[in-house]
C-alpha cells in the first residue's frame, strides 16, 4: 500500500555528519507531517524531529542547532541532515509519515525498516 524506504545511515565518528533520506510511494494521495524516530538499545522510540507539509518544524531538545529536517513535497521524500554528530545519538533511525491513502481513503501512520546509524567516540 504505502512504503517508506530509508537510506544513508553508516557509522561515523563524533563530530561528522550523515544524511537520511525517506521516500514515499504507494497509494498516496496526501502527506502530512513527516518526521525522524530514533530506537537506542532497551529505550522506546522517540522523536528526533517533524515536519508538516507547509515547512514548520520541530525537533527534540537534543538535536537542536545540530539536525535539520527538510522535505521535498514533489518527492514524497523527506530528509534529515545530521550534523556534530554524537555517541548518544547511536540508534536505528525510523523514518515516519503521515499519508492519507487512496487504498483505505483514511489518514494513518507509516514507517520505514528503519536504517542503523552509529556514532563512534
Known amino acids: 500500500q504505502v512504503h517508506l524506504v530509508e537510506s544513508g545511515g553508516g557509522l561515523v565518528q563524533a563530530g561528522g555528519s550523515l544524511r537520511l533520506s525517506c521516500a514515499a510511494s504507494?497509494?498516496?494521495?496526501?502527506?502530512?507531517?513527516m518526521g525522524w524516530y530514533r530506537q537506542a538499545p532497551g529505550k522506546q522510540r522517540e522523536l528526533v524531529a517533524n515536519i508538516t507539509r507547509g515547512g514548520t518544524t520541530n525537533y527534540a531538545d537534543s538535536v537542536k542547532g545540530r539536525f535539520t529536517i527538510s522535505r521535498d513535497n514533489a518527492k514524497n521524500t523527506v530528509y534529515l541532515q545530521m550534523n556534530s554528530l554524537k555517541p548518544e545519538d547511536t540508534a536505528v533511525y525510523y523514518c515516519?509519515?503521515?499519508?492519507?491513502?487512496?487504498?483505505?481513503?483514511?489518514?494513518?501512520?507509516?514507517w520505514g525498516q528503519g536504517t542503523q546509524v552509529t556514532v563512534s567516540s
Open positions: 504507494g497509494s498516496i494521495f496526501s502527506i502530512t507531517v
Open positions: 515516519n509519515s503521515g499519508v492519507f491513502a487512496k487504498a483505505t481513503m483514511s489518514t494513518n501512520q507509516y
